[in-house]
Structure formats: structure tokens, C-alpha cells
């Protein structure tokens, strides 16, 4: 995950003229701020994007073996990872500009950067347990309960992140 701290160590020395300029300063990590915030929603669709693969894998093999009273529920879990994918590309960035009607706070900005940590995690989780389904020696409804529920708390996380930005959610989950 990109850190907006650590990127003083990697900038120019145009940067660094330019941090001088009264103003530029701020301005400055509020953009690193907006790139970090867009690199880490991208990695996390994209992380989620790649377990579509071998989902569609485990389909054909349940088709191959004539389980298709279970592709259902594949088309379920699929559905809600392509909800998750979407909202990620485009959910409101975590950060809030000059003007904007709710402004969000360098502490609430750390604390929310910290709770899109722990989303990389649980997607990084959930797509790892979706790769591991066609190896699965699982019945389908035991293999794809948990990962549902996993995808759901997902999206219950993501409203939350986005009700925060909204300023009508207090404040991060710890977890």
C-alpha cells in the first residue's frame, strides 16, 4: 500500500523548491493524499477483479460434473464481487479539497487510511480463499457460504467508508 507519508523520500527537487511556496505545501499532500487513496482502491478492485478467474473455473468444473444446482450461488458470489469491484473504482476518494461542503480531517483522513488497510486484507483474504476453490474438495454450499458472507462485510465496510466521507458516519471502524 502506498504511504503519502514515505513520499518525501522519493520527490524531486522541484518538489521540494516548491514546498517552500506558502500554501503549495498543503496542497502538495493533498495530492499525495489523492494519489494514495486512488493506488489503494485500485489494488484492491483489481486484487478482487483477479479472483473472477478462478471463480469461473470452479463453474466449469461444477458444470463438468453436473452440480448445476450450484452455479447459483456462484452467480451470486460473483454478482457481489463485481458490486465490490464497482464501488471501489468509483467511491468517493478519501480526501476532501479546499472547498468542499464536508471536510475531512488530517486525524479522520490517518484513521480512514489505516481502515482502508484492513480492507486490502480482507479482500486480499477473500480472494485468496476464491482461488483456492477449484483445488476445493468442499461441497459447494459449504465453500461459497463464508465467502458470500466475507464479499457482504465488504460492502457493509464500504458504505460505511462512504458515509464517513459523506460526514453522516461518526467515525472508522477499528477493524
Do not use: C
Not at 456462484?74 to 467511491?91: E, P, V, Y
Amino acid at each position: 500500500m502506498v504511504d503519502p507519508k514515505q513520499h518525501a523520500s522519493n520527490r524531486g527537487a522541484i518538489e521540494t523548491i516548491l514546498r517552500y511556496i506558502p500554501g503549495f505545501s498543503g496542497y502538495l499532500e493533498k495530492e499525495y493524499r489523492r494519489d494514495a487513496d486512488t493506488l489503494t482502491r485500485k489494488w484492491i478492485a483489481d486484487r478482487l477483479d483477479r479472483a473472477k478467474s478462478p471463480l469461473d473455473t470452479y463453474g466449469r468444473m461444477l458444470v463438468d460434473l453436473g452440480q448445476i444446482d450450484q452455479l447459483p450461488m456462484i452467480d451470486r458470489l460473483r454478482a457481489k464481487l463485481d458490486t465490490a469491484i464497482g464501488r471501489l473504482r468509483g467511491a468517493m476518494p478519501g480526501y476532501s479539497g479546499f472547498f468542499d461542503f464536508v471536510q475531512i480531517g488530517e486525524d479522520q483522513l490517518d484513521d480512514l487510511y489505516d481502515y482502508d488497510g484492513s480492507l486490502i486484507t480482507e479482500a486480499d483474504t477473500v480472494a485468496g480463499a476464491i482461488e483456492k476453490l477449484p483445488a476445493s474438495s468442499d461441497p459447494p454450499a459449504v465453500a461459497l457460504t463464508p465467502l458470500i458472507a466475507a464479499v457482504n462485510v465488504m460492502l457493509a465496510k464500504l458504505d460505511e467508508r462512504e458515509n464517513i466521507l459523506k460526514g453522516i458516519g461518526s467515525e472508522p471502524p477499528t477493524s
